[in-house]
């Protein structure tokens, strides 16, 4: 069945950095979109960015230009690098398939149990 185990969260400063990964199994990594979603605690789920199988990408506006997903098809893996994080990143990330690359569209079929990403002012 399919697995998604996120790592690499943790407890920055505003301005710092978090490299997040996602580990998948059960599917056939290679040929689905995978993205990264947020939710925060009395928030909304937010799509925050989608990575297709030949490496387009896709991310909200309130990330674009900080955050950098990416993915290894040789480790089945997806990143999000996040950078110049501020308080208001402070969530639990999720990685999830499949994903598109318009309007943030995720199908909300697979995800993992979310690694908690927590961002000091």
């Known amino acids: 069945q399919v697995q998604l185990v996120e790592s690499g969260g943790g407890l920055v400063h505003s301005g710092e950095s978090l490299r997040l990964s996602c580990a998948a199994s059960?599917?056939?990594?290679?040929?689905?979109?995978i993205g990264w979603f947020r939710r925060a605690p009395g928030k909304e789920r937010e799509a925050i960015s989608c990575i297709s199988s030949g490496g387009r990408s896709y991310y909200a506006d309130s990330v674009k230009g900080r955050f950098t997903i990416s993915r290894d098809n040789s480790k089945d893996t997806v990143y999000l690098q996040m950078d110049s994080l501020k308080s208001e990143d402070t969530s639990v990330y999720y990685c999830?398939?499949?994903?598109?690359?318009?309007?943030?569209?995720?199908?909300?079929?697979?995800w993992g149990v979310g690694t908690q990403v927590t961002v000091s002012p």
């Open positions: 999830a398939t499949p994903c598109g690359l318009y309007n943030g569209w995720f199908a909300y079929e697979h």
């Open positions: 059960g599917f056939p990594f290679n040929y689905y979109n």
